[in-house]
Every structure is written in structure tokens, then in C-alpha cells.
């Protein structure tokens, strides 16, 4: 006997933000994900991971590919999909539902988009709950809603940046070209065709294989590295804006501010200050102070 498809709805209630907030939050159990009849497309970005069963995503560019419990995939408003269990079979899944101004301008770049095969979450227990969580804002988030959208995009940035080792069998081309671009050293960034000739492989071919292995393409990877980057120096030490620049290669500081506001929604002035201004006590614990 088939038991009951049940629905458990998170109250999240965040007033509007135009660079981005939660919508929605549901965990169903029972369910059948959106079924096979037809592609549908949301208005929200979604991030969907399997609690229990197995089961099948498809989408309008061609993607078509197993997904299982601990397995975590990304829809979007831009790309037609489909997705549920086979045969007749039900499963579980916490699906959670965003949008806003900075997930647009990370889809445009192709930070935001879905993969060739799901993320796999290990442990699952780890990020089961870190996603859950998000789903219940504490009370300084729900005063202030831009503390709960920063913790939204420290989650999908740890998501991303926790999948390249885990790659099956990973080629030794995309070892060689995952190898130049995350370095201590990132004053002068690896350029595409730099990476390719390194690798071995043809620019065009260079670009859709590390897209297809990783998700993104490689100048987005490499924007990505540098942006993580500068979060960590920003909440780590106390170089001037003008250092951090510097040594990730950017011209001036002008130009690393628009980037990093591009990417995060703040400023690194602002990202700064609010750090700070959550973690009080950062200044005078720091061991990595610069003059200024």
C-alpha cells in the first residue's frame, strides 16, 4: 500500500530584497518530483537534493542523467526540466526555491547553471542539515534578511567549490588545468589559452570539456577562485582593499570593487565592515594585520 505524499512547508516570510532571498522551502516525502508529462519551468532558481529513493532529472539543452539520495541538482528559470522517480516509484526531496538580482548575474556568468550530472553531498548528514537550516532564518536574520542572503551564498559557493575533488576518475588534463588556476600566486590568473595548450587540448575543445567536467566554464572558475579568494583575505586579515587587489591581479582597486560587488552584492568595503561588525572581536584577534 502506497503511503501518502506529505507536504512540509518552511515559513520563511523575509521581506523583499532585490539582490536576492529565499522564496520557498518544502520537504516532501512521498512525491513524485514534477513528473514526465511535460518540461516545466519555474520562476525561481531551485536547488533540489534527494533524501530517499532514486530517480531521474532531464532538462530542454539535453541533459539527461541518474540522480539518488545524498545527490543535489540545480534548476533555473532560464532552462525547461523535468524530474522525478521512475516506474511508478515515489522518493523524498527538500527542494529550496530563490531568486533576485545577484543569482541573475551569476547565472549570466555561468556560475549559476545546471550541471552535467548532480552534485554529490557527502556527508549527507552535513549538508542535509546545513540546507534545512537555511530554511529556518534566526532572528538577527529575519531583522536584517541581507545576513540571511549571505549565508545562502556561502552556502552555494562551499557547494561548488566542495565538488572538483570529487570528480571520479578525474583526467589529468583537468588536474593539470585545476592545478594553474588555484595557486597561491594569483597576481597573473592563467589565461584560456594558456590553460588549453598546457592541457594539451584545442581552445574550443579545452572550453566545453572543463565546462562539462566542472559545471562552469573555465574564465568563470577562474573569477570564482579569485572572488573566494578575496571573502577569505577580506575576513582573514587586514590588508587594505589596494593589497588584495593587487594580488589577485587586479589593475587597481577601482576594478576589483565592481567585480566584487558584481559577484557578492557588497563591496568589499561594506563585506568588510559588516564582518566586522558581526564578529567584533576579529581586529584584535588577527595575526595577519598589514599596515595601512
Not at 189 to 212: I, K, W
Amino acid at each position: 500500500m502506497n503511503r501518502a505524499c506529505t507536504h512540509q512547508f518552511f515559513d520563511l516570510n523575509l521581506p523583499l530584497n532585490p539582490l536576492g532571498r529565499i522564496e520557498s522551502g518544502v520537504i516532501i516525502r512521498n512525491g513524485t518530483g514534477t513528473g514526465f508529462s511535460r518540461m516545466r519551468r519555474w520562476a525561481q532558481y531551485q536547488l533540489v537534493l534527494i533524501l530517499e529513493g532514486e530517480g531521474v532529472y532531464r532538462d530542454s539543452e539535453g541533459r539527461d542523467f541518474a540522480v539518488k539520495k545524498g545527490d543535489l541538482f540545480v534548476t533555473t528559470p532560464h532552462v525547461a526540466h523535468q524530474y522525478g522517480p521512475q516506474d511508478g516509484k515515489v522518493w523524498d526531496e527538500l527542494a529550496i526555491g530563490f531568486c533576485g538580482k545577484l543569482f541573475d548575474l551569476w547565472q549570466q556568468t555561468g556560475l549559476l547553471h545546471p550541471l552535467e550530472k548532480p552534485y554529490i553531498l557527502t556527508p549527507f548528514e552535513k549538508w542535509y542539515r546545513e540546507l534545512r537550516e537555511l530554511l529556518v532564518p534566526n532572528r538577527l536574520e529575519r531583522q536584517q534578511p541581507i545576513r540571511h542572503l549571505i549565508r545562502l551564498q556561502t552556502l552555494l559557493e562551499d557547494l561548488a567549490f566542495d565538488q572538483p575533488a570529487k570528480v571520479a576518475h578525474q583526467p589529468e588534463w583537468l588536474a593539470t588545468a585545476l592545478g594553474m588556476i588555484d595557486t597561491p600566486d594569483l597576481t597573473r590568473p592563467p589565461t584560456v589559452n594558456e590553460l588549453a595548450e598546457a592541457c594539451g587540448l584545442g581552445v574550443h575543445t579545452f572550453r566545453r570539456e572543463f565546462a562539462r567536467h566542472t559545471g562552469v566554464g573555465p574564465v568563470a572558475y577562474v573569477h570564482r577562485i579569485r572572488m573566494e579568494r578575496a571573502r577569505s583575505l577580506l575576513t582573514s586579515t587586514d590588508l587594505p582593499i589596494k593589497v588584495i587587489a593587487q594580488q589577485l591581479g587586479f589593475s587597481d582597486a577601482f576594478h576589483f570593487s565592481s567585480a566584487f560587488k558584481k559577484y557578492a552584492g557588497w563591496s568589499p568595503r561594506s563585506f568588510k565592515e559588516e564582518f566586522l561588525r558581526v564578529n567584533p572581536h576579529f581586529g584584535a584577534n588577527n595575526d595577519n594585520s598589514h599596515p595601512a
